[in-house]
């Protein structure tokens, strides 16, 4: 049985995952500066808002398109160039910052250009990890790559506060520059032989044909609806977790630092015991039993009013959200052939969007009306129903003319 860091034998993974760390630091590093530097140039609540609109737009608008790259043009070299330039837009912000040049529509600009660089390569990230690991190590992989998101969000703000405290945001700005030298020099020196689509077809050709193949595909067309579904009830805590804190728990922004940390401590401790689980369980049992986990967490967390019983519940899950997760994007991840892993994964991640965002909204509405306690404790019950239904109406086992489809489209990948 392969162990939860077994990836990290992998001489290239193992480079390619500290580098990234090492960049999703500077990068959440980045976004912190960005509001606080906002807030010294503007008293306008408005303006400082735009700071989060301007770095989650282009994710939104650009997936597809994305996607479509990181199947048209060789993924290591997309990377690359999309962190050169990531990596000159953030030493533009800090000559400017350090100049006092750095205005509103500057810093503005600069960000939304620095997540549409990032938004650019995400595909091709998530494409290039089954090309360096092998299957037994793919779900294992993945877990890694959340973790490096998890241990960067925690990490990043504070680094971030630290250093405009001691120095200025410009030294922030410098420091994210500086964070996406490491993957440049990593896929530069990895050597990729996977097939390309010929670019002469266009953009717009090859998301639709990659759109056109999800959807005819039976198993990855539920799959993709459940990353809708997880999300849309999963994000049910993430969006009144502030709520909960201030009100029920009566935490300061400390506090409420704390509750998030637990969130990934339990991302990380569900990486080591998913391996474990998967060697006694099929993938739909994990997902159930996830779903379980978090959903007791979740109503846990919702009716209590001591602090720590809420951070050990917010541990709890951060255990059921990341084994559900990991679960399904790996079954997701498997059947997607090389041609088409690109725009799959961009796919996935409108899914995954789709689902976090209409259901923040949704159930922010329902706390509003019904009380914070209430939404979760219903979101709970809903979160188990949903998994023992989805397990027939939309499950992870793929039919055998799923898999031959897969199959015979992978060994004819060159006709693309």
């Known amino acids: 049985m392969s162990g939860p860091w077994s990836p990290l034998r992998i ?14 630091i500077g990068t959440f590093m980045h976004i912190a500066a960005a509001g606080w530097t906002m807030t010294t140039l503007t008293d306008s609540p408005t303006l400082v808002g735009l700071v989060q609109t301007a770095w989650g737009v282009p994710g939104f608008l650009l997936a597809l398109h994305a996607g479509a790259f990181a199947d048209m043009i060789d993924r290591r070299r997309l990377i690359a160039v999309t962190q050169i330039v990531a990596l000159f837009i953030a030493g533009a912000l800090a000559a400017m910052q350090w100049t006092n040049h750095l205005s509103v529509n500057w810093l503005l600009i600069g960000t939304f250009f620095e997540s549409v660089a990032l938004t650019i390569s995400a595909p091709a990230f998530m494409a290039l990890t089954p090309e360096i ?9 993945i877990g890694l790559d959340s973790v490096s998101r998890n241990i960067a969000q925690s990490v990043g703000p504070a680094l971030a506060g630290v250093v405009i405290a001691v120095l200025n945001p410009g030294a922030v700005f410098a420091l994210n520059a500086v964070s996406f030298i490491g993957i440049v020099f990593v896929t530069q020196r990895f050597k990729s032989t996977a097939k390309r689509e010929p670019r002469e077809r266009g953009v717009n050709h090859a998301i639709g044909e990659g759109v056109k193949y999800i959807v005819g595909s039976p198993q990855l067309r539920k799959v993709a609806l459940r990353f809708t579904v ?10 009144v ?4 804190a201030r009100k029920n728990l009566e935490v300061s922004a400390s506090g409420f630092g704390l509750l998030s940390g637990a969130l990934g401590v339990g991302s990380v401790i569900a990486v080591w015991i998913l391996p474990r689980m998967r060697a006694v369980m099929s993938a739909e049992s994990v997902v159930i039993c996830a779903a379980c986990v978090w959903s007791v967490g979740t109503a846990l967390f919702a009716n209590t009013n001591q602090m720590w019983i809420a951070v050990a519940a917010i541990l709890i899950c951060g255990i059921g959200t990341m084994a559900m997760l990991n679960t399904l ?12 892993r690109g725009r799959g994964s961009s796919l996935a991640m409108l899914m995954v969007w789709l689902g976090a965002s209409s259901g923040a909204f949704a159930w922010g509405f329902a706390a509003s009306t019904y009380g914070v306690s209430t939404a979760l404790t219903v979101a709970a019950g809903i979160n188990v129903a949903l998994a023992l239904i989805n397990r027939w109406a939309l499950p992870l086992r793929a039919g055998d003319g799923d898999r031959t489809r897969i199959t015979s489209l992978e060994n004819s990948d060159s006709s693309h």
Do not use: C, E, K
């Open 230 to 239: 997880v999300l849309g009830v999963t994000s049910s805590l993430t969006s």
């Open 11 to 24: 001489r290239v993974f193992r480079a390619l995952w500290i580098a990234g760390l090492v960049s999703n």
């Open 241 to 244: 977790m502030p709520v909960v």
């Open 133 to 141: 690991v092998d299957v037994d190590h793919l779900p294992q992989a």
């Open 329 to 340: 994007i790996s079954t997701y991840m498997l059947q997607l052939p090389n041609w088409v």
